[in-house]
Structure formats: C-alpha cells, structure tokens
C-alpha cells in the first residue's frame, strides 16, 4: 500500500476530532472534554501558524485518513512541540508511526528548532516505546486526572 504524508486538507480537522474522540473514548475512556480540546488546538493551528515554523502530517493512502502528527512551536524559542500523533489501530505496529516521527522530527530540524517535546499518558505503551527507541527521554511523570480518568501523564524532549 502506497502512504503519501501530506498537509492539511479539507475535512481533515473534522476527522482528526472525530478520531480521537472515538478512539481515545474507546481505549482510555476519556470524556467529550478530549475531543474539544483537539478541535481547539487544530482551529488555533489553521487559524494562526507559520508554515515555515508548523506543520501538519497526514498518511493517506489514496482518499483514506490513516494518521497524523504535528509540529507546532514549543513552550519557548528553539523549541518545538509534538502534536496530534495518531494511527488507525489498523496501521499500529507496521512502521507507520516510526515515518510520521521522523518525518515531524526532520522538519523540525529543517526549520530551526533545537530541541523537541510532547507529553502523553504512561497507558500510550507503543508511542512510549517508540519515543524510547528513537532517543526520546522522559523529563518527569505525574499523576492526574485528565479527561474524566486517572492517568499518568509524562513529559519527553529529544535534542534534534
């Protein structure tokens, strides 16, 4: 199957809101509170970034939406910020989420950026693992709730 990374095209936010709410309702029983949260972030992404400095991945295979990943500004100047890192369950495990990482990784080099982080949730096991084996290291983990649930949410840079 050919996969093509892409930009943003339309109709993409409202699947990427609709994916992550269905899927991260399913496997971690997150509230509706999640899926507004991800239609914030993408309308504030459409609405205001610098092409130069952000970008949106999307895997397609012809017409069909198979994940995304983001590179936005971080917290300070150098710093980038990853974003909306999604896979179709059916695509987990096939090295897809390994090229969308790298690819959000190499134009964060590309355009300037010095260092790279993200937070997830300690139950994402394949996306940690991943951030493991690619040179990601966890700055601190904390308990919460997030979403309706208790989660363990951790913090990870990589220098780029």
């Not at 892409?6 to 399913?26: F, I």
């Not at 949260?37 to 012809?62: C, K, M, N």
Request: proline content about 5%; overall charge positive.
């Amino acid at each position: 199957m050919r996969i093509d990374l892409t930009d943003l095209r339309p109709g993409d936010v409202d699947w990427l809101v609709e994916r992550h709410g269905t899927l991260y309702a399913r496997d971690e029983g997150f509230d509706a509170r999640f899926p507004a949260l991800v239609r914030q972030v993408l309308e504030a992404f459409v609405a205001g970034h610098d092409p130069a400095r952000e970008r949106a991945f999307i895997a397609r295979s012809g017409e069909r939406r198979l994940g995304s990943i983001f590179c936005v500004q971080g917290p300070e100047p150098g710093v980038a910020k990853l974003r909306l890192f999604l896979l179709e369950p059916e695509m987990r495990g096939q090295g897809l989420g390994r090229r969308l990482l790298a690819a959000n990784m190499a134009f964060a080099r590309d355009a300037g950026y010095r260092r790279m982080v993200l937070w997830t949730h300690e139950s994402h096991r394949a996306a940690v693992a991943l951030y493991r084996r690619t040179g990601w290291r966890m700055l601190h983990a904390e308990p919460r709730v997030s979403f309706g649930v208790p989660v363990v949410e951790q913090h990870w840079e990589i220098d780029l």
